[in-house]
């Protein structure tokens, strides 16, 4: 059964870390504040040869993207540093179910991606006259699908470095990256070749930031679209949780859960 | 009388490798178990089998006369564990560690006892300090401050008093023996301070090869071995022990 003081037991244990390390601040807050300040600039400069909208297209998909990147990121370098600092022992010693740990890890990286995207949403506003949080309900069903495939892309990399060992943490920041050129953030998926758009159709975040390009044209998000992107991401959940559970069920078998992080 | 904890034909294997055969045994309220064994016999094997952490190939453990595998969030509840080779979050102080193993076996009043455990294992003056800047006699009795914080019925120790000097030593050992006698605290421990261990063990599991070799009373064992100490013991009994010999 999940218990709401295990799970607070989890995120307070990043919290505090959080507390305590200036590195990870400047990861939280530097990153998001150069990215966009950079992008917006360049998009700036673009709109003004051009004269087209592209600044708010270009901030928009900025923030959502590192939204993703955040939540993935909460979730699997969260774990990385439970193994870096040899604590899974500990951890999965005591009453703490499967379960537990990842919803404290999930409370975490929504923390993380809420305090990255307010940044990047206020600087929006202050800097480039956007508005990111104007953008309502539409963008909201947006953001939590990109939550939805952040998690499911976070469960396989913890599954990746349960069963390949502290070698496969490099996925803690590569894998969500995989699918950047094929979710169409900074240009429609019409620009991809042929074979790109095929393989775009099977990325839940190519439909995610097509619609996102429709809600700043003014534009209804269509039921259809947002019911394919929902699906994949369903398709993706069910079998990020299936590899993640066998997973560690396999490092409790294999011993792998006592030498992870040695 | 129903034993707390029971073993019952303990297999695990790695493939090829065999790391544990056939083990079983009983431990009862109040009784303090000692494994001993030369390294690589399956000592730490065991321990992390009896935690869950490590899935058997085959055999059951029981707590309570309850199955771990199926009631195993309500079994470790009543169950502490240190190691001398797992470290807690550096980057935390001590109480915010143990606020969070405090949240993690849901202690009631835990600000209170974190300070009856942080007072136990002489930390009070470190409450705010960070890990890091911990020695490691410290940080071991850190370790067993937290595996105390929930006041477990059963405590599992791998090396608890490894880089404890002397003095603290023999603290922890009386500590540990008080807890058995006046609380009916059951311990499980392996060490290889052999000393310490015949102070404060009314029990012993001899492991080697990941086999038990012998298991019984402290005294019955002496007889069985006809020694009159545990150093002699152990060398008796795994006197064929070589530094190559690992299989567990």
């Not at chain 2, 790391?19 to 001993?36: A, R």
């Not at chain 2, 006041?151 to 120790?157: N, S």
Request: glycine share 6%; proline share 3%; hydrophobic share 50%.
């Amino acid at each position: 059964m999940v218990s709401f003081r295990r799970i607070l037991a989890i995120l307070l244990r990043h919290l505090y870390l959080l507390k305590h390390s200036v590195s990870r601040w400047i990861d939280l807050l530097y990153w998001p504040t150069i990215d966009l300040l950079l992008w917006g600039f360049v998009s700036l400069y673009i709109q003004q040869r051009e004269g087209s909208g592209i600044v708010y297209h270009f901030l928009g998909a900025l923030i959502l993207w590192n939204i993703l990147i955040r939540a993935q990121q909460g979730l699997a370098v969260g774990f990385l540093e439970d193994v870096w600092a040899r604590n899974l022992l500990h951890l999965f010693a005591s009453p703490l179910t499967l379960l537990d740990y990842v919803l404290g890890l999930l409370f975490f990286s929504i923390l993380k991606a809420a305090v990255a995207s307010l940044l990047m949403g206020c600087l929006g506003v202050l800097i480039f006259d956007f508005n990111f949080f104007a953008q309502g309900l539409a963008l909201f069903n947006l953001t939590f699908a990109l939550l939805l495939f952040a998690w499911s892309v976070g469960l396989i990399t913890i599954a990746l470095v349960l069963y390949f060992g502290q070698e496969a943490e490099i996925f803690a920041w590569a894998l969500a990256l995989l699918f950047l050129p094929f979710s169409a953030v900074f240009y429609p998926v019409s620009v991809l070749p042929p074979l790109f758009q095929e393989i775009a159709k099977f990325v839940p975040t190519s439909y995610v930031f097509e619609g996102m390009r429709m809600v700043f044209q003014a534009k209804d998000v269509p039921l259809l679209f947002l019911f394919k992107a929902y699906l994949l991401i369903l398709v993706y959940l069910i079998l990020s949780v299936f590899i993640f559970s066998y997973s560690f069920k396999l490092s409790k078998v294999q011993g792998k859960l006592t030498k992870v992080g040695e | 009388m129903l034993p707390v904890v029971q073993v019952f034909r303990l297999f695990k294997s790695y493939g090829k490798k065999s790391v544990l055969k056939d083990v079983s045994f009983s431990l009862f309220k109040g009784d303090i178990l000692g494994i001993i064994g030369p390294n690589g016999a399956g000592k730490t094997t065991l321990l992390y089998i009896l935690l869950g952490i490590i899935e058997p190939t085959s055999g059951e453990v029981k707590y309570f006369g309850k199955p771990l595998k199926k009631e195993r969030s309500k079994i470790l509840k009543r169950v502490g564990f240190a190691s001398n080779y797992v470290s807690l979050p550096y980057s935390l102080t001590v109480e915010e560690n143990l606020k969070v193993f405090a949240h993690l076996y849901e202690v009631k009043d835990y600000r209170k006892r974190i300070d009856e455990v942080l007072q136990t294992f002489k930390l009070a003056d470190k409450k705010k300090a960070l890990c890091r800047a911990l020695s490691t006699g410290e940080m071991m009795r850190l370790n067993l401050a937290r595996a105390f914080l929930h006041e477990p019925d059963v405590l599992l120790l791998d090396e608890p008093t490894a880089g404890l000097d002397p003095e603290y030593m023999r603290e922890v050992a009386e500590f540990l023996k008080k807890q058995a006698e006046e609380r009916g605290l059951s311990i499980i421990l392996t060490s290889h301070q052999l000393s310490e261990l015949e102070k404060i063990a009314n029990k012993l599991l001899l492991i080697k090869g990941g086999r038990i070799l012998a298991f019984g009373g402290l005294e019955e064992l002496f007889k069985l071995y006809g020694v009159d100490n545990l150093e002699e013991l152990y060398f008796k009994a795994f006197s064929n022990a070589s530094l190559g010999n690992s299989d567990g």
